[in-house]
């Protein structure tokens, strides 16, 4: 019979013995989709960008300051969510940030000045920010480690199956209906979903396990899970006025920790800059190279496409060969592909297949190294640390997209050579924080990983 272990006391074994159950895929699957909305809500404005900037005759860089403000809410969103869930559970901390930019989105179908699109957009990046972190912290818990990097990965990588269906909403709405319907839409789905989440999501059984005065919580999801001893993962009852252990989150910059927090901060900053300027400025950087809205639309889809995929190929790698070979040979193949984009001839909407393999293929590559990344977060980071070190992780993400917002309007008036350009240097940068993290996920080796 499996006896579960509790981390520290530990819950690291608790599910690591038993099969994965259908009710843990399940939650798996919830968890996934409000990534998925995430993905979807995200990229809603950069989808809009050049309908919005034609209809209200705005410049480039009064939109770029737009996107940086809901960099700037999506910073504060990720540590939030991150000290929330770490403090009051994963499952409130998930639920409010959906709450929050689903509302935001809706809201902004109805904006009648751009300062209005500047304050939702800010605002919906509160929610925004917490809900991939958090969602990769509380997939990790569910999940026994020999699959706990294909979860996280799936789970990370449903913001590009987001984009992907945001991409080929504006493809078939926005030349019919306008930009404003891609916010309505976005916006009622996600309230939908969060009010069907707040009745039937369960909470991280890892961090339950953390919390003995909610020993009885715990026992009935074990339960639900099949564990054949969920009374293995008993507590002992909290003394009177005895508080659960809450890990400070300086620990996260100690000797132990140090190292692994900074590179990994490094590579999320690059590799979330290199993802936003794509989101938010390719569209606008390949309609003013003379493509039509529709192949701008499909460009953002190819690019989010090849992610998708290129992420659980990596994920699956991660299991046989380990997260460090997989992820720096991801990075750099990434690079190669930005410096064959900023060389091609694109002007007046040249080569477009050629873009669109292209921009597949950096999906393929560089944006799925970022999201197999959240795997070696979850893996680096211990319970008690793990959403405040996913957070910080995505704090450092978002300030690389402020910039990315700010810089989009600057490097696409350098056209595809700058854009692209600018890219391969941050790839660059993204390899060399790969190579500097110690606490990579190892590779379990084909009889482990079968098991």
Known sequence: MAVATIEGSSTKGMLDDIPMSSYQIWSVLMIAATVILDGLD??????????????????????????????????????????????????????????????????????????????????????????????????????????????????????????????????????GLGWRWLFYIGGTVTMIFVAWLWFVLPESPRYLAERPDRAAELDRILRRIGHPNPASAAHVPLAAGEAPRFEPMRNLFGAALLRDTLALSVAMFSGMFMIYLMFNWAPTMLNSAGFGLQTASLGLTSFNMGGTIGAMIASLAIIRFGSRPVLILMALVGAAVCATLALLPISGGRNEA?????????????????????????????????ARGLGLMGAAGRVGAIVSAVAGALLIDWGNLGFFGALAALMLVNALGFIAVRGHVPALGRKDALS
């Open 354 to 386: 050629a873009v669109l393999a292209c921009l597949g293929a950096l999906g393929l590559f560089a944006s799925a190294a970022q999201s197999a990344m959240f795997a070696v977060g979850a893996h680096a980071f211990p319970t008690g640390l793990r």
């Open 42 to 175: 995200n990229q809603m404005l950069g989808l809009a960008a050049p309908s919005l900037l034609k209809e209200w005759g705005i410049d480039r860089t009064a939109l770029g300051s737009v996107f940086a403000l809901g960099f700037v809410g999506m910073a504060i969103g990720t540590l939030t969510s991150g000290w929330v869930g770490d403090r009051f559970g994963r499952r409130g901390a998930l639920i409010i940030g959906v709450a929050i930019f689903g509302v935001a989105t809706l809201l902004t179908g109805f904006s009648g000045a751009l300062w209005q699109v500047a304050a939702l957009k800010t605002l919906a990046g509160v929610g925004l920010g917490g809900v991939p972190g958090t969602a990769s912290a509380m997939i990790a818990e569910f999940t026994p480690v020999r699959w706990r990097s294909v979860a996280v990965t799936f789970g990370v990588v449903c913001v590009s199956i987001g984009g992907i269906l945001g991409g080929v909403a504006a493809a078939l709405i926005l030349p």
